[in-house]
């Protein structure tokens, strides 16, 4: 299984980067063989990635409680996303 896991800076936002890195690496993982790919932590109050992820075909297997603290809104959880490819 591959695992991914992206940042970008917040000036990039809605800029379509992450979604291109997505992308990316959705097509060299099945290149190389791989039968799925899953993102190990993704904070749950970040919307637009989740949507994104999801939009990719990922969905929520696993929550991590409490695993991020956010600097405005404190300990927040985080999500295990998984695809198969």
């Known amino acids: 299984m591959a695992n991914c896991g992206y940042m ?3 000036r990039a936002a809605g800029r379509g980067i992450a ?3 997505c992308a990316h690496s959705l097509a060299r993982a099945r290149q190389k063989g791989f039968k799925a ?3 190990n932590f993704v904070v749950s109050t970040n919307d637009r990635a989740v949507r994104l ?12 409680p409490k ?5 405005e809104m404190g300990y927040t959880n985080a999500y295990v996303m998984y695809r198969e490819l």
Do not use: Y
């Open 8 to 10: 970008t800076a917040p």
């Open 37 to 39: 790919m899953q993102f």
């Open 67 to 71: 695993a991020f603290l956010h600097p």
């Open 53 to 64: 992820w999801e939009r990719n075909g990922f969905r929520i297997v696993g929550h991590l």
């Open 19 to 21: 979604g291109s890195m």
